[in-house]
């Protein structure tokens, strides 16, 4: 894979994270229960490896936060931590270290969900924003179930589906 196409596949992806989010709230569906955003960033680091979905998870919900208002800015670093986690971790164990990819994406999706959980325990610490950190991530893991579902389903079909298109090019 050259530079150049991680580079465009990246962007296509960020592209990806701001605008799957939007489409499902003009569904009525809510982000915070299918997690439309986090699929880029696991893509970015299955497809492309761990600095390129580093890249997508840090870009992503930057990116939407200041074009859409989501995630809102209480949110933002914590949700921005963790997508990173999940792009990089499962970049490193599946395309690296050539874990499954089964293993690979529900370490990568423990690895961010505990980031995540880290990252609002030092807001809650270090700038005394008004957050619970447990409560706050068993609500997001108990909120997202239908969302964690979707990824356990469609990350794995889509990541064989498009290395397969690769190759064949």
Known sequence: MTKTFKLVASSVLVATGVLLPMVFHMAGA?????LPMHIPALLAGFLLGPYCGLCVGLLAPLLSSLSTGMPPVPVLPVMTVELAVYGAVGGWLYRDRKLSIWLSLIAAM????????LSAYILVKLLAVKLNPLTFITGAVLTGLPGITVQLMLVPLLVRRLE??????
């Open 30 to 34: 809510a982000g915070s229960i299918f």
């Open 110 to 117: 423990t690895a961010g969900r505990l980031a995540a959980a």
């Open 164 to 169: 397969a298109t690769v190759r064949n090019k």
